[in-house]
C-alpha cells in the first residue's frame, strides 16, 4: 500500500541520513520506524491501563493512604515546611 506522507525538511534530513548510515530504501526505514512506534504506542497503552486498574483495585480493597497523609510523610522526609 502506499501513503503519501508529506515531512518537515529537517526530519526528511534525519530520515535519508539514517538510511544512508544503514544502507537501506529509505521508505524500509520509515515503515520501520513507523511500525516500531506504533508497536511501543500500543504498548504504552496497555501498560498505563494495567496501572490504572491496579489503582482501582488498591482502593477496592482499601490500600490507600489519603493525601495529607502522603504529602506529611514527604515533608518529614525531606524536611520541608508544613503547611500551617
Not at 544512508?20 to 513507523?34: C, N
Not at 510523610?73 to 500551617?84: A, I, M
Request: proline residues 2%; hydrophobic residues 40%.
Amino acid at each position: 500500500m502506499s501513503i503519501v506522507i508529506t515531512l518537515t525538511p529537517e526530519l526528511e534530513a534525519l530520515l535519508r541520513d539514517k538510511a544512508a548510515r544503514q544502507g537501506q530504501d529509505i521508505s524500509l526505514v520509515a515503515s520501520e520506524l513507523l511500525a516500531s512506534v506504533l508497536k511501543w504506542e500500543a504498548q504504552e497503552s496497555q501498560e498505563a491501563v494495567k496501572g490504572i486498574q491496579q489503582g482501582l483495585d488498591d482502593f477496592d480493597a482499601g490500600r490507600f493512604r489519603f493525601f495529607h497523609e502522603f504529602a506529611e510523610e514527604q515533608r518529614r522526609k525531606y524536611s520541608l515546611p508544613s503547611d500551617s
